[in-house]
């Protein structure tokens, strides 16, 4: 069955740094886009990131350009995300999610937790 | 600030049929599939209805959607306690090159 199990959040100081992970499994994983999807406590969702079935087309939301940057390893069925310049709105759960086409997110995994504090 | 614009909360009694509304633009859900998302707290979002109105399989016929112009919508008929969650509309948006979120609604189940 489709997994997908996020690693490598914790706990750093503003302007820290963190490399989020996204193990897959179960799926063709060099056959979908992937994305970053976050949540901040008792908020809503926002994507974050979005990156093409090869590898060689990203894109970043606004809030996180720059500081944020998706990759994949298609050899290692992962997903990355490398979180820098953080700030304490960045605190949220980063969910990594695979995209069905057109048609939405049809697999998440269950979250890794980011907070961001002195 | 979400993108799509969702009420924040509704409720209903059981039995009862309840709607949640998601109001857009032209460069998000006037020109794409929107898409909803259930979410219980603690847990990941689920999908629940894809391409304005198609269900997943698994997902109850109790839930319908629907989409007109730059607004879209979920029903949930014959509300069951377990409904009671946070809901989610979604689309991408061609201006952003990016996926858009309303701001949830959480159902209350009275």
């Known amino acids: 069955q489709v997994q997908l199990v996020e690693s490598g959040g914790g706990l750093v100081k503003p302007g820290g740094s963190l490399r989020l992970s996204c193990a897959a499994s179960g799926f063709t994983f060099s056959d979908y886009y992937l994305s970053w999807i976050r949540q901040t406590p008792g908020e809503g969702l926002e994507w974050v990131s979005y990156?093409?079935?090869?590898?060689?087309?990203?894109n970043h939301a606004d809030s996180v350009k720059g500081r944020f940057t998706i990759s994949r390893d298609n050899a290692k069925n992962s997903l990355y995300l490398q979180i820098s310049s953080l700030r304490a709105e960045d605190t949220a759960v980063y969910y990594c999610?695979?995209?069905?086409?057109?048609?939405?997110?049809?697999?998440w995994g269950q979250g890794t937790p980011v907070t961001v504090s002195s | 600030q979400s993108v799509l614009t969702q009420p924040p909360s509704t409720s209903g009694t059981p039995g009862q049929r309840v709607a949640i509304s998601c109001s857009g633009s032209s460069s998000n859900i006037g020109r794409n599939a929107v898409n909803w998302y259930q979410q219980f707290p603690g847990t990941a979002p689920k999908r629940l209805v894809n391409?304005?109105?198609q269900r997943p399989s698994g997902v109850p016929d109790r839930f319908s959607a629907s989409k007109s112009g730059t607004s879209a919508s979920l029903a949930i008929s014959g509300l069951q306690s377990e409904d009671e969650a946070d809901y989610y509309c979604a689309s991408w948006d061609d201006s952003l090159d990016g996926w858009v979120f309303g701001g949830g609604t959480k159902l209350t189940v009275l």
């Open positions: 999610a695979r995209e069905a086409g057109g048609l939405g997110f049809d697999y």
């Open positions: 990156i093409n079935s090869r590898g060689d087309y990203t």
């Open positions: 391409n304005d109105n």
